[in-house]
Protein backbone atom coordinates (compact mmCIF):
# COMPACT_ATOMS: atom_id res chain seq x y z
CA UNK A 1 0.00 0.00 0.00
CA UNK A 2 1.49 3.41 -1.42
CA UNK A 3 1.43 6.21 1.54
CA UNK A 4 1.99 9.26 0.16
CA UNK A 5 3.59 12.48 1.47
CA UNK A 6 1.77 15.56 3.01
CA UNK A 7 1.72 18.95 3.18
CA UNK A 8 -0.13 21.61 5.63
CA UNK A 9 -0.93 25.56 5.37
CA UNK A 10 -4.06 27.42 3.95
CA UNK A 11 -7.80 26.90 4.09
CA UNK A 12 -10.92 25.11 3.16
CA UNK A 13 -14.86 24.84 3.57
CA UNK A 14 -17.83 23.62 1.98
CA UNK A 15 -21.53 24.41 1.81
CA UNK A 16 -25.05 22.96 0.56
CA UNK A 17 -27.98 24.11 -0.52
CA UNK A 18 -30.28 21.52 -1.48
CA UNK A 19 -33.15 19.79 0.37
CA UNK A 20 -33.89 16.92 -2.23
CA UNK A 21 -33.15 13.93 -1.04
CA UNK A 22 -30.79 11.70 -2.98
CA UNK A 23 -30.38 14.70 -5.33
CA UNK A 24 -26.31 14.12 -4.38
CA UNK A 25 -24.98 15.68 -8.00
CA UNK A 26 -26.38 19.22 -7.81
CA UNK A 27 -24.91 20.88 -10.75
CA UNK A 28 -23.82 24.59 -10.39
CA UNK A 29 -21.07 24.40 -13.21
CA UNK A 30 -21.82 22.16 -15.86
CA UNK A 31 -18.64 20.13 -14.75
CA UNK A 32 -19.69 20.53 -10.92
CA UNK A 33 -20.53 17.86 -8.24
CA UNK A 34 -21.72 19.55 -5.02
CA UNK A 35 -22.14 19.10 -1.53
CA UNK A 36 -25.17 20.72 -0.65
CA UNK A 37 -25.81 19.71 2.84
CA UNK A 38 -23.90 17.87 5.93
CA UNK A 39 -24.80 14.92 4.69
CA UNK A 40 -24.83 15.91 1.13
CA UNK A 41 -28.76 15.44 0.95
CA UNK A 42 -31.38 16.05 3.38
CA UNK A 43 -31.24 12.25 4.39
CA UNK A 44 -27.99 12.39 5.09
CA UNK A 45 -26.90 9.29 2.80
CA UNK A 46 -23.11 10.88 2.77
CA UNK A 47 -23.05 9.69 -0.42
CA UNK A 48 -22.20 11.42 -3.85
CA UNK A 49 -21.69 10.63 -7.61
CA UNK A 50 -18.46 11.57 -7.92
CA UNK A 51 -16.02 9.05 -9.21
CA UNK A 52 -13.38 10.40 -10.86
CA UNK A 53 -11.32 9.19 -8.04
CA UNK A 54 -11.89 5.09 -8.17
CA UNK A 55 -9.79 1.47 -7.15
CA UNK A 56 -7.08 2.14 -9.99
CA UNK A 57 -5.67 5.56 -9.37
CA UNK A 58 -6.76 6.75 -5.73
CA UNK A 59 -2.92 5.53 -4.76
CA UNK A 60 -2.23 8.41 -6.83
CA UNK A 61 -4.04 10.91 -4.00
CA UNK A 62 -1.98 13.87 -3.04
CA UNK A 63 -2.85 16.67 -1.07
CA UNK A 64 -4.50 19.47 -3.36
CA UNK A 65 -4.62 22.26 -0.01
CA UNK A 66 -5.14 22.99 3.15
CA UNK A 67 -6.66 26.27 4.88
CA UNK A 68 -5.95 27.04 8.18
CA UNK A 69 -8.91 28.50 10.95
CA UNK A 70 -8.65 31.70 11.88
CA UNK A 71 -9.52 29.66 15.85
CA UNK A 72 -5.29 29.06 16.07
CA UNK A 73 -4.93 32.63 16.20
CA UNK A 74 -8.03 33.91 18.06
CA UNK A 75 -7.34 31.13 20.63
CA UNK A 76 -3.74 33.15 21.55
CA UNK A 77 -5.89 36.29 21.59
CA UNK A 78 -8.86 35.83 24.01
CA UNK A 79 -6.29 33.19 25.38
CA UNK A 80 -8.92 30.39 25.29
CA UNK A 81 -8.65 26.81 23.62
CA UNK A 82 -9.93 25.89 20.60
CA UNK A 83 -11.64 22.35 20.74
CA UNK A 84 -11.86 19.33 18.37
CA UNK A 85 -11.96 21.09 14.19
CA UNK A 86 -14.68 18.56 13.94
CA UNK A 87 -16.83 20.61 10.87
CA UNK A 88 -17.99 18.84 7.34
CA UNK A 89 -17.92 21.57 4.75
CA UNK A 90 -20.69 22.40 2.08
CA UNK A 91 -20.03 22.96 -1.21
CA UNK A 92 -22.07 25.05 -3.48
CA UNK A 93 -21.37 27.16 -6.66
CA UNK A 94 -17.50 26.43 -6.46
CA UNK A 95 -17.36 27.64 -2.78
CA UNK A 96 -16.96 25.71 0.51
CA UNK A 97 -18.69 26.81 3.49
CA UNK A 98 -18.04 25.55 7.05
CA UNK A 99 -18.19 26.69 11.01
CA UNK A 100 -14.76 26.68 12.86
CA UNK A 101 -15.15 25.42 16.57
CA UNK A 102 -15.24 28.82 18.14
CA UNK A 103 -18.33 29.19 15.56
CA UNK A 104 -16.84 31.34 12.89
CA UNK A 105 -18.34 30.80 9.85
CA UNK A 106 -16.23 30.87 6.91
CA UNK A 107 -16.35 30.24 2.68
CA UNK A 108 -13.59 29.01 1.31
CA UNK A 109 -12.49 28.96 -2.74
CA UNK A 110 -13.29 25.58 -3.73
CA UNK A 111 -10.41 25.49 -6.11
CA UNK A 112 -7.52 26.74 -4.27
CA UNK A 113 -8.41 26.85 -0.58
CA UNK A 114 -8.26 30.59 -0.05
CA UNK A 115 -10.28 32.21 2.02
CA UNK A 116 -13.30 34.01 0.54
CA UNK A 117 -14.76 36.00 3.72
CA UNK A 118 -14.84 35.00 7.52
CA UNK A 119 -17.90 36.00 9.87
CA UNK A 120 -17.34 35.99 13.33
CA UNK A 121 -20.34 36.21 15.64
CA UNK A 122 -18.47 36.53 18.46
CA UNK A 123 -20.06 33.52 20.18
CA UNK A 124 -16.62 33.10 22.29
CA UNK A 125 -17.55 36.30 24.55
CA UNK A 126 -20.26 34.50 26.78
CA UNK A 127 -17.64 31.56 27.78
CA UNK A 128 -17.70 28.59 27.10
CA UNK A 129 -20.44 25.78 25.86
CA UNK A 130 -22.24 23.37 27.46
CA UNK A 131 -20.87 19.84 27.72
CA UNK A 132 -18.33 19.63 25.37
CA UNK A 133 -16.90 22.92 24.96
CA UNK A 134 -15.84 24.93 21.71
CA UNK A 135 -16.94 22.20 18.91
CA UNK A 136 -18.87 22.68 16.39
CA UNK A 137 -19.88 20.47 13.36
CA UNK A 138 -21.18 22.65 10.30
CA UNK A 139 -23.49 24.81 8.77
CA UNK A 140 -27.09 24.88 6.65
CA UNK A 141 -27.65 26.29 3.53
CA UNK A 142 -30.60 27.58 1.55
CA UNK A 143 -31.32 29.76 -1.18
CA UNK A 144 -34.42 31.21 -3.01
CA UNK A 145 -33.39 32.85 -6.38
CA UNK A 146 -30.74 35.37 -5.43
CA UNK A 147 -31.34 34.65 -1.75
CA UNK A 148 -28.55 32.79 -0.68
CA UNK A 149 -28.14 32.12 3.31
CA UNK A 150 -25.62 30.35 5.70
CA UNK A 151 -27.39 29.86 8.74
CA UNK A 152 -25.43 28.47 12.05
CA UNK A 153 -26.51 27.51 15.53
CA UNK A 154 -23.75 29.07 17.37
CA UNK A 155 -22.03 26.95 20.67
CA UNK A 156 -23.78 29.42 22.74
CA UNK A 157 -26.97 30.01 21.65
CA UNK A 158 -27.49 32.43 18.62
CA UNK A 159 -28.95 31.50 14.99
CA UNK A 160 -27.72 33.48 13.18
CA UNK A 161 -27.78 33.99 9.18
CA UNK A 162 -25.37 35.26 6.84
CA UNK A 163 -25.09 36.24 3.07
CA UNK A 164 -23.38 33.48 1.17
CA UNK A 165 -22.00 35.76 -0.64
CA UNK A 166 -20.40 38.20 1.18
CA UNK A 167 -20.59 36.50 4.89
CA UNK A 168 -22.33 40.09 5.96
CA UNK A 169 -25.78 39.20 8.73
CA UNK A 170 -28.93 39.55 6.79
CA UNK A 171 -30.95 42.36 8.37
CA UNK A 172 -34.34 41.21 8.22
CA UNK A 173 -33.27 37.98 10.12
CA UNK A 174 -33.68 38.06 13.81
CA UNK A 175 -32.09 41.41 15.15
CA UNK A 176 -30.04 42.11 12.53
CA UNK A 177 -29.31 38.77 11.65
CA UNK A 178 -29.29 36.84 14.73
CA UNK A 179 -32.01 34.84 16.91
CA UNK A 180 -31.33 34.18 20.66
CA UNK A 181 -31.97 30.24 20.75
CA UNK A 182 -31.68 30.57 24.91
CA UNK A 183 -34.59 33.11 25.03
CA UNK A 184 -38.02 32.01 26.58
CA UNK A 185 -36.89 28.71 26.98
CA UNK A 186 -34.33 29.09 29.95
CA UNK A 187 -35.17 29.74 33.12
CA UNK A 188 -32.05 31.39 34.90
CA UNK A 189 -28.68 32.30 33.85
CA UNK A 190 -27.33 29.03 35.05
CA UNK A 191 -29.33 27.44 32.36
CA UNK A 192 -27.95 29.57 29.64
CA UNK A 193 -24.84 27.86 30.95
CA UNK A 194 -26.24 24.57 30.43
CA UNK A 195 -27.55 24.87 26.92
CA UNK A 196 -25.39 24.83 24.04
CA UNK A 197 -25.54 23.91 19.89
CA UNK A 198 -22.82 22.49 17.96
CA UNK A 199 -24.63 20.46 15.26
CA UNK A 200 -25.07 21.38 11.58
CA UNK A 201 -28.80 23.12 11.31
CA UNK A 202 -31.35 21.18 9.16
CA UNK A 203 -33.08 23.54 6.75
CA UNK A 204 -36.29 22.25 4.97
CA UNK A 205 -38.97 23.76 3.72
CA UNK A 206 -37.82 26.77 4.42
CA UNK A 207 -38.03 25.87 8.11
CA UNK A 208 -34.84 25.78 10.42
CA UNK A 209 -35.00 22.76 12.89
CA UNK A 210 -32.98 22.78 15.89
CA UNK A 211 -32.28 21.14 18.92
CA UNK A 212 -29.55 21.70 21.77
CA UNK A 213 -27.05 20.30 23.45
CA UNK A 214 -27.18 19.80 27.34
CA UNK A 215 -24.32 19.48 29.91
CA UNK A 216 -24.62 15.68 31.27
CA UNK A 217 -23.32 13.52 34.00
CA UNK A 218 -25.35 16.22 36.22
CA UNK A 219 -25.17 15.89 40.32
CA UNK A 220 -28.48 18.01 40.35
CA UNK A 221 -31.72 16.95 40.90
CA UNK A 222 -33.12 19.70 38.81
CA UNK A 223 -31.99 20.36 34.92
CA UNK A 224 -32.31 21.60 32.12
CA UNK A 225 -34.23 20.71 28.78
CA UNK A 226 -34.98 22.73 25.92
CA UNK A 227 -37.58 21.53 22.60
CA UNK A 228 -36.92 21.30 19.22
CA UNK A 229 -38.11 23.97 17.35
CA UNK A 230 -38.97 25.41 14.00
CA UNK A 231 -37.49 28.66 12.69
CA UNK A 232 -38.55 30.87 9.45
CA UNK A 233 -35.52 31.07 7.39
CA UNK A 234 -36.21 34.35 5.82
CA UNK A 235 -37.23 35.89 9.14
CA UNK A 236 -35.91 33.98 11.79
CA UNK A 237 -39.43 34.26 13.39
CA UNK A 238 -40.52 30.87 15.86
CA UNK A 239 -43.08 28.53 13.91
CA UNK A 240 -42.90 25.82 16.25
CA UNK A 241 -41.69 24.37 18.92
CA UNK A 242 -41.88 20.27 20.34
CA UNK A 243 -40.91 19.09 23.57
CA UNK A 244 -38.69 16.22 23.81
CA UNK A 245 -39.65 15.89 27.93
CA UNK A 246 -43.21 16.42 27.89
CA UNK A 247 -45.44 18.93 29.59
CA UNK A 248 -48.84 18.81 31.43
CA UNK A 249 -51.37 17.46 29.37
CA UNK A 250 -49.21 16.76 26.43
CA UNK A 251 -48.59 12.90 25.18
CA UNK A 252 -46.49 10.85 27.30
CA UNK A 253 -46.13 12.84 30.34
CA UNK A 254 -47.49 10.24 32.46
CA UNK A 255 -44.76 8.25 32.02
CA UNK A 256 -42.44 10.34 33.96
CA UNK A 257 -43.86 9.38 37.27
CA UNK A 258 -44.00 11.58 40.15
CA UNK A 259 -43.98 15.01 38.42
CA UNK A 260 -40.44 14.12 37.41
CA UNK A 261 -41.32 15.90 34.17
CA UNK A 262 -41.32 19.17 36.16
CA UNK A 263 -37.60 19.31 36.80
CA UNK A 264 -36.21 16.14 35.43
CA UNK A 265 -34.40 17.77 32.35
CA UNK A 266 -31.69 16.31 29.44
CA UNK A 267 -33.78 14.45 27.25
CA UNK A 268 -32.68 16.33 24.65
CA UNK A 269 -32.28 16.26 20.90
CA UNK A 270 -28.03 17.10 20.32
CA UNK A 271 -27.54 15.16 17.13
CA UNK A 272 -27.69 16.59 13.57
CA UNK A 273 -31.27 15.23 11.87
CA UNK A 274 -32.05 14.22 8.58
CA UNK A 275 -35.37 14.97 6.92
CA UNK A 276 -37.64 14.25 3.81
CA UNK A 277 -38.25 17.16 1.99
CA UNK A 278 -40.69 15.33 -0.37
CA UNK A 279 -42.77 14.31 2.56
CA UNK A 280 -42.08 17.33 4.87
CA UNK A 281 -40.74 14.94 7.84
CA UNK A 282 -38.28 16.03 10.24
CA UNK A 283 -36.29 12.73 12.15
CA UNK A 284 -34.87 14.03 15.09
CA UNK A 285 -32.58 11.53 17.62
CA UNK A 286 -32.73 12.44 21.18
CA UNK A 287 -30.52 11.54 24.21
CA UNK A 288 -30.99 10.19 27.72
CA UNK A 289 -32.65 12.18 30.89
CA UNK A 290 -31.00 13.83 33.33
CA UNK A 291 -28.72 12.19 35.47
CA UNK A 292 -27.82 9.82 33.23
CA UNK A 293 -26.78 6.82 35.43
CA UNK A 294 -29.45 7.05 38.44
CA UNK A 295 -33.02 7.27 37.33
CA UNK A 296 -34.44 6.96 41.04
CA UNK A 297 -35.82 10.86 40.52
CA UNK A 298 -37.52 10.42 37.20
CA UNK A 299 -39.32 6.80 37.10
CA UNK A 300 -41.24 5.11 34.76
CA UNK A 301 -40.49 5.06 30.25
CA UNK A 302 -39.36 8.52 29.90
CA UNK A 303 -40.86 8.83 27.05
CA UNK A 304 -39.43 10.20 24.14
CA UNK A 305 -36.02 10.85 25.79
CA UNK A 306 -33.16 7.83 23.89
CA UNK A 307 -35.99 7.72 20.53
CA UNK A 308 -36.54 8.70 17.22
CA UNK A 309 -38.84 11.20 16.37
CA UNK A 310 -40.68 11.84 12.90
CA UNK A 311 -41.42 15.32 13.26
CA UNK A 312 -43.82 17.21 10.62
CA UNK A 313 -41.30 20.23 9.68
CA UNK A 314 -44.03 22.46 9.06
CA UNK A 315 -46.45 22.43 12.02
CA UNK A 316 -44.09 21.02 14.11
CA UNK A 317 -46.62 17.71 15.30
CA UNK A 318 -45.46 14.41 15.88
CA UNK A 319 -46.07 12.18 13.08
CA UNK A 320 -44.72 8.83 14.83
CA UNK A 321 -41.77 8.07 17.22
CA UNK A 322 -39.56 4.80 18.59
CA UNK A 323 -38.34 4.92 22.05
CA UNK A 324 -35.15 2.22 21.86
CA UNK A 325 -33.49 2.67 25.64
CA UNK A 326 -36.72 2.97 28.21
CA UNK A 327 -35.96 4.59 31.35
CA UNK A 328 -32.04 4.91 30.06
CA UNK A 329 -29.22 4.46 32.66
CA UNK A 330 -26.48 4.10 29.97
CA UNK A 331 -26.16 7.23 28.76
CA UNK A 332 -27.23 5.56 25.17
CA UNK A 333 -28.57 8.91 23.17
CA UNK A 334 -29.26 8.20 19.49
CA UNK A 335 -25.83 10.13 18.93
CA UNK A 336 -26.26 10.54 14.72
CA UNK A 337 -28.73 11.53 12.49
CA UNK A 338 -30.89 8.72 11.23
CA UNK A 339 -29.89 7.97 7.28
CA UNK A 340 -32.74 7.27 4.56
CA UNK A 341 -32.45 4.88 2.13
CA UNK A 342 -34.79 3.38 -0.63
CA UNK A 343 -34.73 -0.03 0.14
CA UNK A 344 -36.61 -3.75 -1.01
CA UNK A 345 -37.36 -6.35 0.98
CA UNK A 346 -38.37 -9.59 -0.04
CA UNK A 347 -39.77 -7.92 -2.81
CA UNK A 348 -41.51 -4.92 -1.32
CA UNK A 349 -40.17 -1.50 -1.81
CA UNK A 350 -39.97 1.11 1.53
CA UNK A 351 -39.24 4.14 1.86
CA UNK A 352 -36.98 3.44 4.94
CA UNK A 353 -34.68 5.55 7.49
CA UNK A 354 -32.19 3.82 9.55
CA UNK A 355 -31.04 4.62 13.09
CA UNK A 356 -27.28 3.25 14.28
CA UNK A 357 -26.49 3.51 17.93
CA UNK A 358 -24.33 3.45 20.81
CA UNK A 359 -25.46 0.23 21.80
CA UNK A 360 -24.78 -0.95 18.07
CA UNK A 361 -27.93 -1.61 16.61
CA UNK A 362 -29.51 -0.50 13.66
CA UNK A 363 -32.80 0.59 13.83
CA UNK A 364 -34.86 0.32 10.26
CA UNK A 365 -38.22 1.73 10.05
CA UNK A 366 -40.98 2.50 7.13
CA UNK A 367 -39.91 6.49 7.42
CA UNK A 368 -43.66 7.22 6.66
CA UNK A 369 -45.86 5.12 9.24
CA UNK A 370 -42.81 4.19 11.73
CA UNK A 371 -43.30 0.63 11.28
CA UNK A 372 -40.35 -1.54 11.79
CA UNK A 373 -39.30 -3.27 8.78
CA UNK A 374 -38.27 -6.41 10.80
CA UNK A 375 -39.93 -7.20 14.16
CA UNK A 376 -38.35 -5.24 17.44
CA UNK A 377 -38.82 -7.02 20.40
CA UNK A 378 -39.23 -6.40 24.07
CA UNK A 379 -37.16 -9.06 26.15
CA UNK A 380 -36.00 -9.32 30.07
CA UNK A 381 -32.68 -7.38 30.82
CA UNK A 382 -30.85 -7.56 34.74
CA UNK A 383 -32.74 -5.40 36.53
CA UNK A 384 -30.84 -2.73 39.12
CA UNK A 385 -29.64 -3.46 42.98
CA UNK A 386 -29.64 0.31 43.60
CA UNK A 387 -31.46 1.48 46.16
CA UNK A 388 -34.39 4.06 44.91
CA UNK A 389 -33.76 2.37 41.47
CA UNK A 390 -36.34 1.27 39.51
CA UNK A 391 -35.06 -0.76 36.05
CA UNK A 392 -37.87 -1.37 33.18
CA UNK A 393 -38.13 -5.22 33.13
CA UNK A 394 -37.50 -5.33 29.17
CA UNK A 395 -36.01 -3.24 26.67
CA UNK A 396 -36.36 -2.85 22.64
CA UNK A 397 -34.05 -5.61 20.12
CA UNK A 398 -34.63 -5.31 16.72
CA UNK A 399 -34.21 -8.98 14.93
CA UNK A 400 -32.37 -7.52 12.22
CA UNK A 401 -30.01 -6.47 11.24
CA UNK A 402 -27.62 -8.25 13.81
CA UNK A 403 -25.47 -6.06 16.13
CA UNK A 404 -22.33 -4.45 14.69
CA UNK A 405 -20.54 -4.46 17.93
CA UNK A 406 -19.79 -6.93 20.91
CA UNK A 407 -22.91 -6.60 23.62
CA UNK A 408 -22.00 -7.40 27.53
CA UNK A 409 -19.31 -9.74 28.51
CA UNK A 410 -18.42 -12.66 29.72
CA UNK A 411 -15.29 -14.82 30.30
CA UNK A 412 -15.29 -15.79 26.91
CA UNK A 413 -14.46 -12.09 25.65
CA UNK A 414 -11.52 -11.83 27.99
CA UNK A 415 -8.29 -11.42 26.19
CA UNK A 416 -6.59 -14.68 25.26
CA UNK A 417 -3.21 -13.96 23.08
CA UNK A 418 -1.57 -16.11 25.63
CA UNK A 419 -2.32 -18.15 28.17
CA UNK A 420 -0.75 -15.70 30.69
CA UNK A 421 -2.62 -12.78 29.74
CA UNK A 422 -5.76 -14.26 29.91
CA UNK A 423 -5.44 -15.61 33.65
CA UNK A 424 -4.14 -11.99 34.33
CA UNK A 425 -7.35 -10.56 32.65
CA UNK A 426 -9.62 -13.67 34.60
CA UNK A 427 -7.51 -12.09 38.03
CA UNK A 428 -8.58 -8.76 37.42
CA UNK A 429 -12.46 -9.08 36.67
CA UNK A 430 -12.53 -10.59 40.33
CA UNK A 431 -13.21 -7.06 41.01
CA UNK A 432 -15.70 -5.89 38.60
CA UNK A 433 -18.98 -7.64 37.33
CA UNK A 434 -19.91 -9.02 34.00
CA UNK A 435 -23.46 -9.14 32.43
CA UNK A 436 -25.51 -8.99 29.30
CA UNK A 437 -26.19 -5.78 27.60
CA UNK A 438 -28.24 -3.48 29.74
CA UNK A 439 -27.07 -4.54 32.78
CA UNK A 440 -27.64 -1.38 35.38
CA UNK A 441 -24.80 -0.09 36.92
CA UNK A 442 -23.79 -1.00 40.13
CA UNK A 443 -23.29 0.85 44.01
CA UNK A 444 -19.37 0.56 44.58
CA UNK A 445 -18.67 -0.54 47.89
CA UNK A 446 -17.38 1.33 51.07
CA UNK A 447 -13.53 0.60 49.36
CA UNK A 448 -14.35 2.29 46.09
CA UNK A 449 -14.19 -1.09 44.32
CA UNK A 450 -16.89 -2.84 42.12
CA UNK A 451 -18.87 -1.91 39.30
CA UNK A 452 -20.00 -3.40 36.00
CA UNK A 453 -18.37 -3.58 32.44
CA UNK A 454 -20.71 -1.97 29.87
CA UNK A 455 -20.03 -3.01 26.74
CA UNK A 456 -21.04 -1.02 24.98
CA UNK A 457 -19.63 2.01 26.53
CA UNK A 458 -21.36 5.31 26.58
CA UNK A 459 -19.18 6.48 23.65
CA UNK A 460 -20.55 3.01 21.88
CA UNK A 461 -21.00 1.47 19.39
CA UNK A 462 -21.80 4.22 16.60
CA UNK A 463 -21.37 7.56 17.58
CA UNK A 464 -22.12 10.95 16.66
CA UNK A 465 -20.20 10.41 12.82
CA UNK A 466 -23.20 7.81 11.96
CA UNK A 467 -23.65 6.06 9.11
CA UNK A 468 -24.03 6.54 5.24
CA UNK A 469 -25.75 4.81 2.67
CA UNK A 470 -24.82 3.62 -1.05
CA UNK A 471 -28.58 4.25 -2.89
CA UNK A 472 -27.37 1.81 -5.49
CA UNK A 473 -26.68 -1.26 -3.46
CA UNK A 474 -28.20 -0.07 -0.43
CA UNK A 475 -26.02 -0.91 1.94
CA UNK A 476 -25.05 0.93 5.07
CA UNK A 477 -21.54 2.03 5.59
CA UNK A 478 -20.11 3.18 9.57
CA UNK A 479 -16.96 2.70 11.57
CA UNK A 480 -18.05 2.29 14.75
CA UNK A 481 -16.25 0.71 18.29
CA UNK A 482 -15.88 -2.05 20.74
CA UNK A 483 -15.30 0.22 23.62
CA UNK A 484 -16.20 -0.66 27.41
CA UNK A 485 -16.32 1.34 30.82
CA UNK A 486 -16.95 0.70 34.24
CA UNK A 487 -20.87 1.72 35.49
CA UNK A 488 -20.81 2.12 38.93
CA UNK A 489 -22.79 5.12 40.91
CA UNK A 490 -21.99 6.08 44.76
CA UNK A 491 -24.22 8.59 47.10
CA UNK A 492 -24.65 11.81 46.02
CA UNK A 493 -24.15 14.65 48.87
CA UNK A 494 -27.28 16.22 50.82
CA UNK A 495 -29.49 18.40 47.79
CA UNK A 496 -27.68 16.35 45.20
CA UNK A 497 -29.32 13.19 43.70
CA UNK A 498 -29.64 10.22 45.59
CA UNK A 499 -26.79 8.47 43.78
CA UNK A 500 -24.60 9.10 40.78
CA UNK A 501 -21.36 8.13 38.52
CA UNK A 502 -18.10 7.77 39.52
CA UNK A 503 -15.44 6.36 37.72
CA UNK A 504 -14.67 3.84 40.33
CA UNK A 505 -11.30 1.81 39.54
CA UNK A 506 -10.03 2.41 36.11
CA UNK A 507 -10.42 -1.13 34.14
CA UNK A 508 -7.62 -2.02 31.98
CA UNK A 509 -6.02 -5.19 30.58
CA UNK A 510 -2.77 -6.81 31.84
CA UNK A 511 -0.16 -4.32 31.26
CA UNK A 512 -2.28 -1.48 29.64
CA UNK A 513 -3.71 -3.41 27.24
CA UNK A 514 -7.39 -3.84 26.36
CA UNK A 515 -8.92 -6.54 28.66
CA UNK A 516 -11.44 -7.58 25.78
CA UNK A 517 -10.36 -9.60 22.98
CA UNK A 518 -10.34 -7.59 19.61
CA UNK A 519 -11.60 -5.94 17.30
CA UNK A 520 -11.53 -2.59 19.05
CA UNK A 521 -12.48 -0.71 16.09
CA UNK A 522 -14.43 -2.06 12.94
CA UNK A 523 -15.88 -1.07 9.62
CA UNK A 524 -18.94 -2.40 8.63
CA UNK A 525 -21.07 -2.82 6.04
CA UNK A 526 -25.06 -3.60 6.00
CA UNK A 527 -27.46 -4.74 4.02
CA UNK A 528 -30.47 -3.04 4.66
CA UNK A 529 -32.46 -5.12 1.87
CA UNK A 530 -31.52 -7.47 3.60
CA UNK A 531 -31.27 -7.23 7.26
CA UNK A 532 -27.97 -8.71 6.93
CA UNK A 533 -24.21 -7.65 7.88
CA UNK A 534 -22.24 -7.70 4.38
CA UNK A 535 -18.66 -7.44 5.54
CA UNK A 536 -16.86 -6.11 9.13
CA UNK A 537 -13.27 -5.63 8.64
CA UNK A 538 -10.96 -4.82 11.96
CA UNK A 539 -10.46 -0.87 11.27
CA UNK A 540 -6.54 0.08 12.22
CA UNK A 541 -3.81 -2.14 13.83
CA UNK A 542 -4.16 -1.66 17.06
CA UNK A 543 -2.00 -2.52 19.65
CA UNK A 544 0.07 -5.27 17.82
CA UNK A 545 3.12 -3.45 18.63
CA UNK A 546 3.18 -4.18 22.27
CA UNK A 547 5.78 -5.59 23.92
CA UNK A 548 3.36 -8.45 24.94
CA UNK A 549 2.30 -9.00 21.32
CA UNK A 550 4.67 -7.45 18.79
CA UNK A 551 6.36 -11.45 18.59
CA UNK A 552 3.11 -12.79 17.65
CA UNK A 553 2.38 -11.97 14.12
CA UNK A 554 -1.00 -11.19 14.86
CA UNK A 555 -2.95 -9.32 11.92
CA UNK A 556 -5.07 -6.00 12.39
CA UNK A 557 -6.90 -5.78 15.50
CA UNK A 558 -8.71 -2.39 15.28
CA UNK A 559 -8.26 1.00 17.24
CA UNK A 560 -11.29 2.94 18.63
CA UNK A 561 -11.24 6.62 18.79
CA UNK A 562 -11.91 8.38 22.35
CA UNK A 563 -15.47 8.77 23.00
CA UNK A 564 -15.42 12.57 22.76
CA UNK A 565 -12.61 12.80 20.06
CA UNK A 566 -14.27 10.11 16.97
CA UNK A 567 -13.50 10.81 13.69
CA UNK A 568 -16.27 11.43 12.11
CA UNK A 569 -18.88 9.62 9.48
CA UNK A 570 -18.24 7.64 6.16
CA UNK A 571 -18.14 9.41 3.16
CA UNK A 572 -19.37 7.20 0.10
CA UNK A 573 -19.13 7.82 -3.84
CA UNK A 574 -19.71 6.06 -6.67
CA UNK A 575 -16.85 4.42 -6.93
CA UNK A 576 -14.91 4.27 -3.25
CA UNK A 577 -15.55 4.45 0.82
CA UNK A 578 -13.83 7.27 2.92
CA UNK A 579 -13.43 7.22 6.74
CA UNK A 580 -10.94 8.87 8.84
CA UNK A 581 -9.69 7.46 11.62
CA UNK A 582 -8.54 9.53 14.99
CA UNK A 583 -7.04 7.19 17.76
CA UNK A 584 -4.79 9.01 19.88
CA UNK A 585 -5.10 6.23 23.28
CA UNK A 586 -8.67 4.97 24.07
CA UNK A 587 -9.71 3.41 27.45
CA UNK A 588 -6.85 4.18 29.57
CA UNK A 589 -4.95 1.45 27.28
CA UNK A 590 -1.02 2.00 26.90
CA UNK A 591 -0.64 2.61 23.39
CA UNK A 592 3.24 2.88 21.77
CA UNK A 593 1.00 4.64 18.43
CA UNK A 594 -1.39 7.14 17.33
CA UNK A 595 -3.44 6.16 14.34
CA UNK A 596 -4.36 8.99 12.37
CA UNK A 597 -5.31 8.18 8.86
CA UNK A 598 -7.67 8.97 5.96
CA UNK A 599 -8.74 5.47 3.89
CA UNK A 600 -10.05 4.39 1.53
CA UNK A 601 -11.98 0.78 0.56
CA UNK A 602 -13.35 -1.31 -1.23
CA UNK A 603 -17.39 -1.25 -0.92
CA UNK A 604 -17.67 -4.32 -1.61
CA UNK A 605 -15.24 -6.56 0.75
CA UNK A 606 -13.59 -3.84 2.90
CA UNK A 607 -10.42 -4.05 1.58
CA UNK A 608 -7.71 -0.91 2.48
CA UNK A 609 -6.78 0.26 -1.23
CA UNK A 610 -5.15 3.33 -0.12
CA UNK A 611 -4.40 5.25 3.21
CA UNK A 612 -2.65 8.55 4.28
CA UNK A 613 -1.04 8.90 7.81
CA UNK A 614 -1.85 12.43 9.01
CA UNK A 615 0.13 14.42 11.62
CA UNK A 616 -3.01 15.99 12.67
CA UNK A 617 -5.55 14.04 14.02
CA UNK A 618 -8.86 13.97 11.11
CA UNK A 619 -11.86 14.81 13.19
CA UNK A 620 -14.35 15.91 11.12
CA UNK A 621 -16.61 13.75 8.22
CA UNK A 622 -14.97 13.79 4.98
CA UNK A 623 -17.21 14.88 2.16
CA UNK A 624 -15.89 15.50 -1.76
CA UNK A 625 -17.17 17.38 -4.79
CA UNK A 626 -16.07 18.10 -8.05
CA UNK A 627 -15.03 21.71 -9.10
CA UNK A 628 -13.67 22.68 -12.69
CA UNK A 629 -13.43 18.96 -13.47
CA UNK A 630 -11.46 17.67 -10.63
CA UNK A 631 -12.58 15.73 -8.07
CA UNK A 632 -11.71 16.85 -4.48
CA UNK A 633 -11.79 14.77 -1.07
CA UNK A 634 -11.63 17.47 1.94
CA UNK A 635 -11.72 16.69 5.81
CA UNK A 636 -11.45 18.59 9.02
CA UNK A 637 -7.78 18.13 11.12
CA UNK A 638 -6.32 19.05 14.60
CA UNK A 639 -7.95 21.18 17.19
CA UNK A 640 -7.52 20.42 20.78
CA UNK A 641 -3.97 21.82 20.99
CA UNK A 642 -3.44 21.61 17.75
CA UNK A 643 -3.27 23.82 14.61
CA UNK A 644 -6.77 23.40 12.95
CA UNK A 645 -6.71 22.85 9.20
CA UNK A 646 -8.88 21.29 6.23
CA UNK A 647 -7.16 19.10 3.86
CA UNK A 648 -8.26 18.33 0.55
CA UNK A 649 -6.72 15.54 -2.09
CA UNK A 650 -7.21 15.27 -5.42
CA UNK A 651 -5.46 13.44 -7.97
CA UNK A 652 -2.56 15.31 -9.57
Known amino acids: ?335 AAPTLADIEVDGKPIKAVAQVSKQGFTYVFDRITGEPVWPIVERPVPQSTVPGEQTSATQPFPTKPPPFVRHGMTEDDLIDFTPELRAQAIEIMKDFKMGPIFSPPTLLDENGRGGTVQIPSAAGGANWGGAGVDPQSGLLYLQAANMYMVAAVRPGKEGEVRYSMSGGAALQGPDGLPITKPPYGTVTAIDLNKGTIAWQVAHGQGPTDHPLLKDLNLPPLGASSHTYLSSGG ?47 APYGTPMTYVHHGKQYVVLATGGGGEPSQLMAFALP
Request: proline share 4%.
Open 1 to 335: MKILSMQLGVQIACLSLCTSLFADAHKGAAEDVEWRSYGNDAGGSKYSSAGQIHAGNVNSLKVAWTWSSPDDELARSIRAPAGYFKATPLMVGGVLYLSTSFSLVAAVDAGTGKTIWIHDPKAYVKGRPANSGWQHRGVGYWEDGSDRRIVIATGTGELVAVDAATGKPIPTFGVNGSVDLQAHIIRNQDDRKRIGYNAATMIVRDTVVTGCTITDGTRSIDWATCPVRGWDVRTGELKWSFNTLPKAGEAGVETWEEGSWKYAGAANAWATFSADPELGYVYVPTGTPNNDWYGGHRKGDTRHAESLLCIDVLTGKLVWSFQAVHHGLWDYDFP
Open 570 to 616: PLITSTLLFINQAQVGAGGWRLSRTERFVRAFDKSNGDVLWEKKLKL
